[in-house]
């Protein structure tokens, strides 16, 4: 701009100096062209290269941050004396003619700076535009964080109330029992909900701040426990943590039976799981309980989905020509947790369910590109190699089970015999081995109906994968349970005889694995 504003002073000075004092070899030429200015073809009279005319000097305007251009005034003809001449050389009609000349210059000029002029207005404008949403939006965020700060510091002050003013709490003394759950993983604040959902705590808030000042709150296990309604929150947690709250928690043994089984020798008792359920399911000063009749009749419901049985076993189920004994096997060995407020088919539902997903869990469903069995089948081969073998021969008897039936060998267990005597030992009679059933495998072709005990996850891992051999018989042989494998029928019988010796098998009753 001082480079432009410089051109202009300069060209307006050299004008004037060419009207005071004209050359006589210059007249009639454009002050331009005297200079050796070239003009373009087609160019106005009047107007030089720049944007701007020599007799205009820019003007600086703060609110359109841009230079704004003034006409210079011209300088005041001198005075003329009257009657005196125009000067010498310069013809009064040429003066006329230079000044409408000068003057149509200076109309257009005027033109192309109101032009400017309302370019550099719109441009103001616009800038005055975006200071005023710049503005409004300074007032937004502005805005927005007073309600942020005031919102935080609501939420504070609600916080700090809450501390100030103690958690509602009951004062005692406890009520009737009630079950309260505790699931795998729960944090104390979940059981709190639990225990305020339940009645037994009069806030949440209560019993999380008596967990949290009591550090065998840590050791509490997932289970069921029973709990006085309208407790103080210190006394429910005193009673959570005391252990001897714990209801509803069984252990099922390997091998059992769903019903209770008598000793030949001893009359002894041999409690089965129903019986077991049973003793479980009571609590309460009152010992209010499931009995081993309901859940013996719960048992032999028609209504499979509702107990639990999944969908893999449904048809085995089905054909079991024994109601009462339709869901054997379908309780696995183990420890599990039951709700014992409710009614019989739930608790079965629950324990049924639970052992499904652990059976599933060993690969079950993909166990038959081994053996050839269906799952079913494959559960109730696992409760034969349970009932038949110890631990460490598992994987062999369940070959002998896979290699007999593959040949269409009777099986010939005596633990299929025993399965529906009331009574039983070892060794079996011949009248007991010759009743037909759909379980003694004396007697028929093939694997049982219905599993005939509840099988371990090792003797169902055993039958899901069974070592590698070609036996088909084996005996144990003494007392410390070693038990001998062969593929010879002569050999076994050869064991039979040492296994009689020893005194494991009366040798009166013929017997076989």
Same mark, same amino acid.
């Given at each position: ?17 060419? &009207? ?88 257009? &000029? ?54 100030? %003013? ?21 944090? #104390?604040?979940?059981? #709190? ?93 009152? &010992?209010?309980?499931? %009995? ?7 048992? #032999? ?160 891992? #055993? ?12 005996? %144990?042989?003494?007392?410390?349970? %070693? ?31």
């Amino acid at each position: 701009m001082t480079d432009r504003w410089a051109r202009a002073e300069e060209r307006y000075r050299a004008r004037e100096a060419d &009207r005071r004092y004209p050359r006589r070899d210059d007249w009639g030429l454009d002050a331009r062209a005297a200079h050796g200015d070239e003009q373009q073809a087609g160019e106005p009279v009047g107007w030089d290269d720049d944007d701007y005319g020599t007799d205009v000097i820019p003007r600086y305007d703060e609110e359109a941050d841009a230079f704004v251009e003034q006409p210079e005034p011209e300088p005041a003809a001198p005075p003329r004396r009257v009657g005196q001449r125009p000067a010498a050389g310069r013809p009064p009609d040429e003066r006329g003619g230079r000044a409408k000349a000068a003057a149509g210059e200076r109309g257009g &000029r005027a033109k192309a700076g109101s032009s400017g002029r309302g370019e550099r207005s719109r441009i103001a404008s616009r800038k005055a535009a975006e200071r005023k949403r710049r503005r409004r939006n300074l007032w937004v965020v502005a805005g927005v964080f007073v309600l942020l700060f005031v919102s935080v510091a609501g939420f504070a002050g609600y916080k700090l109330m809450g501390r100030l %003013t103690p958690a509602e709490d009951f004062a005692g003394p406890p009520g009737a029992l009630v079950v309260v759950a505790v699931h795998p993983g729960d944090t #104390a604040s979940q059981i #709190a909900t639990e225990m305020k959902d339940k009645g037994v705590v009069a806030s949440s808030a209560a019993f999380y701040e008596a967990a949290v000042r009591n550090s065998s709150m840590n050791s509490v296990q997932p289970g069921f426990y029973a709990v006085g309604v309208n407790s103080p929150a210190a006394d429910a947690v005193a009673t959570l943590v005391g252990g001897k709250s714990r209801v509803g928690n069984v252990t099922v043994s390997e091998g059992r039976l769903l019903h209770d089984k008598h000793d030949v020798g001893t009359g002894g008792r041999y409690e089965g799981i129903y019986r077991k359920i049973a003793q479980a399911s009571c609590f309460g000063e009152e &010992r209010k309980c499931v %009995t081993y009749e309901q859940l013996d009749a719960a048992g #032999a419901s028609p209504d499979l989905a509702a107990l639990g049985v999944p969908e893999w076993a449904m048809q085995g189920v089905r054909d079991s020509p024994d109601r009462t004994r339709q869901l054997e096997g379908l309780i696995a060995a183990g420890t599990w947790d039951f709700d014992p407020s409710g009614t019989p088919e739930q608790i079965l539902r629950q324990l049924i369910t639970a052992s499904v997903q652990r059976y599933e869990s060993t690969g079950l469903l993909q166990s038959g590109a081994t053996t050839g069995l269906t799952p079913y089948e494959t559960l109730v081969a696992a409760s034969l190699v349970e009932r038949e073998a110890k631990p460490q021969d598992m994987s062999k008897v369940a070959r002998v089970i896979a290699n007999r039936l593959k040949v269409e060998q009777m099986l010939q267990f005596d633990s299929t015999v025993n399965y529906t005597l009331d009574t039983t030992e070892v060794a079996t009679t011949n009248a007991d081995r010759a009743r037909v059933t759909a379980w003694n495998t004396y007697a028929m072709y093939g694997l049982p109906v219905t599993p005939i005990a509840a099988p371990s996850l090792q003797a169902l891992q #055993a039958m899901e994968n069974p070592e590698p051999g070609e036996w088909l018989y084996f005996v %144990t042989v003494d007392n410390d349970g %070693t038990t001998l494998f062969t593929d010879n029928y002569q050999e076994h019988l050869r064991l039979v005889a040492q296994a009689q010796r020893s005194g494991i098998l009366d040798s009166s009753r013929p017997y076989g694995g």
